[in-house]
């Protein structure tokens, strides 16, 4: 085999991949760690819940929760083949556009006056749609283009803000408010690859998962003043 068609194989060749590609050892771990509690949290949520509406917009915060943190954690903690972390990828990315729709649905059904939930679920939910059909059909797409739709579409609730401060009360917005911050934190990040502390163990990327924590744990607690306060 000539020197041209070894480094070429050797491109192309997962095995090869998976000994040049050096993730950082805390890669993935924040996200599976979360998989379980967020399933005990939401769990408990969705048992106290008084009413049936609640209890299905709870469930669907759960099940966009474990998809999230599950694939997250499954994709980011190893390299699976150059096919296989394609799909993966696409997946876990779409898996953020349908977290942010699933939280906004226990927060509006259990704030909000009907009205109100059916115009503000039907405008995440098809923003959602459009970016998982986006990050299919264009999956090569640069950071620049898909990571400012997230905020965007995750900030969609000030439009709500009025409403859901009278509403939901101070402790609801504010804990609202502080996930998105702490969401947009992890997003601009995750954007520009920085800071990058340490690529060995923790860098930008684990930093972006553990914003994405921290507002989600903001939301969840969030959930719980929406749905049972």
Not at 76 to 102: E, T
Not at 165 to 191: E, K, N, P, R
């Amino acid at each position: 085999m000539h020197a041209s068609e070894r480094s070429s194989w050797h491109r192309l060749d997962p095995r090869h991949l998976e000994s040049v590609v050096k993730k950082p050892l805390l890669r993935g771990w924040f996200h599976t760690v979360a998989t379980p509690v967020s399933m005990a949290a939401l769990l408990v949520l969705i048992v106290l819940t008084p009413t049936v509406a609640g209890r299905a917009a709870a469930s669907v915060f759960l099940l966009t929760s474990l998809m999230l943190f599950g694939i997250s954690g499954f994709y980011h903690r190893h390299y699976w083949g150059r096919l296989a972390d394609k799909f993966l990828r696409n997946w876990d990315h779409s898996n953020i556009f349908l977290l942010i729709a699933g939280t906004y649905t226990p927060m509006a059904v259990g704030v909000l006056p009907t009205h109100d939930i059916l115009v503000l679920l039907l405008v995440v939910w098809i923003g959602a749609g459009a970016g998982i059909a986006l990050q299919w059909l264009w999956p090569s797409a640069p950071r620049w283009v898909y990571t400012p739709i997230y905020v965007v579409l995750g900030w969609v609730a000030v439009w709500y803000l009025p409403e859901l401060a009278h509403f939901g009360g101070l402790a609801f917005t504010w804990l609202l408010a502080a996930g998105g911050i702490c969401y947009t934190i992890g997003a601009i990040v995750y954007g520009f690859k920085w800071p990058d502390f340490s690529p060995r163990y923790f860098g930008f990327h684990e930093l972006f998962h553990a914003f994405t924590l921290a507002g989600w744990v903001c939301h969840c607690i969030a959930a719980y003043f929406a749905l049972l306060g």
